[in-house]
């Protein structure tokens, strides 16, 4: 069982960055991929960004909507992936989610709203 609580959500103007965070427990962090997703009002979920676990590269993949504005990186010694959101837009409000996954495990954190506004 992987608990999720992520955090660093807020408002934010146009332009602006922010920080998100995810603290895992309960397994071993090290084995999962992490993912940040969003949710906006009336869309679906969506990915925003990937990074595998060391085991398999930690390689990280990410949205086009995002390349180049977000890093996804992780701290396997504290259990904590983050997400570092620059440039932001208001087509970036939204709720995000924080997931862990490993073979048939799938873990999602409750979200933190960010919301991008002037």
């Known amino acids: 069982q992987v608990h999720l609580v992520e955090s660093g959500g807020g408002l934010v103007q146009p332009g602006g960055s922010l920080r998100l965070s995810c603290v895992a427990s309960?397994?071993?962090?090290?084995?999962?991929?992490m993912g940040w997703y969003r949710q906006a009002p009336g869309n679906e979920r969506e990915l925003v960004a990937v990074?595998?676990?060391?085991?398999?590269?930690?390689?990280?993949n990410y949205a086009d909507s995002v390349k180049g504005r977000f890093t996804i990186s992780r701290d396997n010694a504290k259990n904590t992936v983050f997400l570092q959101m620059n440039s932001l837009k208001p087509e970036d409000t939204a709720v995000y989610y924080c997931?862990?996954?490993?073979?048939?495990?799938?873990?999602w954190g409750q979200g933190t709203q960010v919301t991008v506004s002037s």
């Open positions: 990074i595998e676990s060391a085991t398999n590269g930690g390689s990280t």
């Open positions: 309960g397994s071993i962090f090290s084995r999962y991929a």
């Open positions: 997931r862990a996954y490993f073979m048939f495990y799938d873990y």
